[in-house]
């Protein structure tokens, strides 16, 4: 009976271990991480989200996205993320500075988003907020086969009063005199879905993680 | 079960399951309820994996929301009520101690089942935090906390208030489990959601926390229960009972640290993923022991299995434990995690370990503890078979769908030539079978349950019992057998 502290001390120990070895080694190794200032462009990278991507980021977590799509672009074989166009460079720690919560996701039920405002359809103009809204209320007609929820419940029907809504959706259905228009929540979420990009390229990360020799394992 | 002595104890141990019989069922109750409520869940998030159109359109039924709810239902409710029941229960058999006065312990498990409804409900409303194990939302984290700390304190209680000189290897396993799962959960909580640190190194804590949960809780109080029960039913002593401790420290020391080899290929720092792919093997340490002194002892009374339905669901978690360890160190290889990372392979890990391990091992124990609080045998014998065969054929079905599944995505992934419709319908065949897998559980829980029902307030039965003996079919050999080696 009298082991039992030294069963406890013991647990206590092992667990400290992996903690200070894994959480707090780490987080004295980089959680203090600095955004990059650029001087030429005299910006700084990642930069902060903009309020209304802040909370579409809170929509994406409510709604459970991370559940079917990763934020994370993985370089080296054998991963196909930069052939399919996922992302132009693999992602590095730097880039999730700006999210209040990292949702890197497990399970890539649906395509990766991290950046998704780059290579979104018509990414860039405004159509391509029109092409997103429509995704989001029926997949299925924009992805023939998608496994996709449809997140109809982030669109309203209305009554047209004065001039149409220039966000109502072009679906057919909608009783005349109606439109079919996005809720806050979806204007939000959509707003922060085509902030998702990863472009910049850090001189420092390119130079940290490109493998020197061709035989590398891809691993940063 | 072989032939055994008469117990020495069992006027005592009849003391004991007297003071445990209303705590002990109370918590296994919630358990069930909970069990059958995330079977539910489940099943409706694996349908609309194939079928999105089921149950569309309503917000609080879409995929990210059920599917964290039955994951967190699962976990909490029935993980945490069935194995703070069975801990209690174990704690009280092997320190021969008796349960003080438990009222304040049932108030405490309503209490935590409170807040777990309130966090299943909440991830459901859309107030989830997305971190996978820890969706329920902040408002119910200091509530868990403090009914947790209750329900533990009265399982130390326990161990204080017994008279074994003794303390066994599965009291290790359940006092450090006790221990670790609070540390671990208001670490992460603390880190992840009240005050989150910055970038990445949340990924790190996530799965540090994820690991711990399914490792150093669900796993070490499966195995708690499997060291306990194969040399009691077997009626020999456990092979080489002395490695149990070397064991015992190297699980300790390692479960945490594969936590982080499920983010091979994450920005996080290489040396990070290399460490958690070292842990995987060293892994091997553990469970070659494990395998020793469980195995061992197993072919000592191979002949049991065929009588008790109790060593059926405990082997199949030992072997479950065995074929998912060794799993982990394969997918900690970094050709196969390439592939496998992302997929429904990896994800089919975690449900190895709870279900396959945890779960089967808390069933067995279940099947032997109530006839002894109760004092009469199960209602019906046939829904134990029933619930067993149901588990199997389901575990089986399920986790060999969603690791093909899982094989052909990573394979399809890695694959820039197909695009990516053809990914998702390439895995749906998978994820139906999955889901009659789920089916097919869900169907042994709801065996499970209504014998469990049966068995507690059934009046027929009730009217027998009361200073009955012990039915014969329950008699075993006494506790001493599993340290004689000591």
């Not at chain 1, 086969?145 to 057919?172: C, H, N, Q």
């Not at chain 2, 039924?61 to 967190?72: C, E, F, S």
């Amino acid at each position: 009976m009298n082991r039992a502290p030294l069963i406890f001390l013991g647990a206590f120990l092992a667990l400290s271990f992996s903690w200070a070895g894994l959480v707090l080694s780490n987080q004295v190794g980089y959680g203090t991480l600095a955004p990059h200032f650029d001087d030429t462009e005299n910006k700084a990278y990642p930069g902060q989200l903009p309020g209304l991507s802040a909370r579409g980021a809170l929509v994406y977590q409510d709604l459970g996205c991370v559940y079917c799509h990763t934020q994370q672009v993985r370089g080296g074989e054998p991963s196909a993320d930069l052939a399919r166009k996922w992302g132009e460079r693999e992602s590095y720690a730097r880039d999730y500075l700006r999210d209040t919560h990292v949702q890197l996701g497990e399970n890539r039920i649906g395509p990766d988003l991290r950046n998704f405002g780059a290579r979104a359809p018509s990414a860039g103009s405004p159509a391509a907020a029109a092409a997103l809204y429509q995704h989001l209320d029926n997949p299925s007609s924009v992805v023939p086969g998608s496994t996709m929820p449809a997140y109809t419940f982030l669109f309203t029907t209305r009554k047209i009063s004065g001039d149409p809504s220039p966000e109502a959706l072009a679906v057919p259905g909608v009783p005349a005199g109606s439109e079919l228009v996005p809720t806050e929540r979806a204007v939000t979420l959509v707003t922060y879905l085509l902030g998702l990009k990863d472009t910049y390229d850090y001189p420092v990360e390119r130079r940290l993680n490109t493998p020197p020799a061709p035989k590398a394992e891809g691993k940063k | 079960m072989s032939a055994a002595p008469a117990q020495p104890t069992s006027a005592e141990s009849g003391e004991i399951d007297a003071s445990l019989k209303v705590p002990v069922i109370v918590l296994l109750a919630f358990a069930i309820l909970w069990l059958l409520g995330a079977s539910a869940l489940g099943v409706i998030a694996a349908i609309k994996l194939h079928t999105p159109a089921f149950l569309g359109g309503c917000e609080f039924l879409t995929y990210g929301r059920v599917y964290p709810a039955a994951l967190n239902a699962l976990a909490y409710g029935w993980g945490m009520n069935a194995g703070l029941a069975v801990a209690l229960w174990l704690m009280a058999r092997l320190a021969r101690g008796t349960l003080p006065s438990g009222g304040l312990l049932i108030v405490a498990t309503v209490f935590w089942n409170i807040g777990v409804k309130l966090g299943v409900l909440g991830i459901l409303a859309g107030d989830s935090n997305s971190i996978t194990w820890l969706e329920m939302p902040a408002y119910v984290v200091p509530f868990l906390l403090v009914a947790y700390a209750l329900i533990a304190a009265w399982v130390l209680a326990v161990l204080r208030r017994g008279t074994s000189p003794y303390l066994y290897v599965s009291q290790w396993y359940v006092l450090a489990a006790l221990f670790w799962f609070p540390w671990l959960y208001s670490a992460a909580q603390l880190m992840l959601v009240f005050r989150p640190v910055h970038g990445t190194v949340q990924a790190i804590v996530a799965a540090w926390y994820s690991h711990g949960l399914l490792g150093l809780w669900f796993g070490s109080l499966g195995l708690a229960l499997i060291y306990y029960f194969i040399p009691k039913v077997v009626g020999k002593p456990i092979r080489g009972y002395y490695l149990s401790s070397l064991a015992f420290w190297a699980y300790a020391i390692f479960t945490a640290w594969t936590g982080v080899s499920r983010l091979a290929g994450a920005p996080v720092p290489a040396w990070t993923q290399t460490a958690g792919r070292t842990a995987s093997f060293m892994l091997l340490v553990p469970l070659g022991i494990i395998v020793v002194n469980l195995f061992l002892t197993l072919a000592d009374g191979l002949g049991a299995l065929a009588t008790s339905m109790v060593l059926r669901f405990i082997t199949v978690a030992a072997v479950v434990f065995v074929l998912c360890t060794v799993r982990g160190v394969i997918l900690a290889l970094p050709s196969w995690a390439g592939i496998t990372q992302l997929t429904w392979f990896a994800t089919a890990s975690d449900y190895v370990l709870l279900y396959g391990v945890f779960s089967m091992a808390v069933f067995g124990a279940v099947y032997y503890l109530m006839p002894r609080l109760v004092r009469r045998a199960w209602p019906f014998a046939g829904l134990i078979q029933v619930h067993f065969w149901f588990a199997l054929i389901g575990l089986v079905v399920g986790v060999v769908s969603l690791s093909l599944g899982g094989l052909q995505q990573g394979r399809d992934l890695a694959n820039d030539k197909i695009a990516f419709a053809d990914v998702t319908a390439h895995a749906l065949p998978y994820l139906q079978a999955a889901t009659i897998a789920g089916i097919i559980l869900t169907l042994g829980h709801l065996a499970f349950a209504f014998n469990f029902v049966k068995l507690v307030i059934c009046p027929q039965h009730r009217a027998a019992s009361a200073a009955a003996p012990l039915p014969a079919a329950l008699t075993v050999p006494p506790p001493e057998l599993q340290a004689t080696a000591r």
